[in-house]
Nanobody
Framework: QVQLVESGGGLVQPGGSLRLSCAAS????????MSWYRQAPGKERELVAT????????NYADSMKGRFTISRDNAKNTVYLQMNSLKPEDTAVYYC?????????WGQGTQVTVSS
């Protein structure tokens, strides 16, 4: 069965860093582009970053550029999101998503809270 399991979230102080991981199983991971989305309370879900299936290209929302880095390890069926210089406005549930032209899958999300 398809599974996307996020981990690495938690409480961090402003200016701190976290690395999120998303472990995939049940589908051919290397054929899917991977994305991270986030949703803050009272807000709609927004795209954070995307990486192509082979890892050759990445794309970021403007507010994330220079602070967040998406990467993947196809041998481990895992995608990562390195988050640096975190701000309180980064507080949200972060979701991992896999997609190809025919299918998309979503994880359950992991909470990231940036607070002093």
């Amino acid at each position: 069965q398809v599974q996307l399991v996020e981990s690495g979230g938690g409480l961090v102080q402003p200016g701190g860093s976290l690395r999120l991981s998303c472990a995939a199983s049940g589908f051919t991971f290397s054929l899917y582009a991977m994305s991270w989305y986030r949703q803050a309370p009272g807000k709609e879900r927004e795209l954070v970053a995307t990486i192509t299936s082979a890892g050759g290209s990445t794309n970021y929302a403007d507010s994330m550029k220079g602070r967040f880095t998406i990467s993947r390890d196809n041998a481990k069926n895992t995608v990562y999101l390195q988050m640096n210089s975190l701000k309180p406005e980064d507080t949200a549930v972060y979701y991992c998503s896999a997609r190809n032209p025919r299918r998309s899958y979503w994880g359950q999300g992991t909470q990231v809270t940036v607070s002093s």
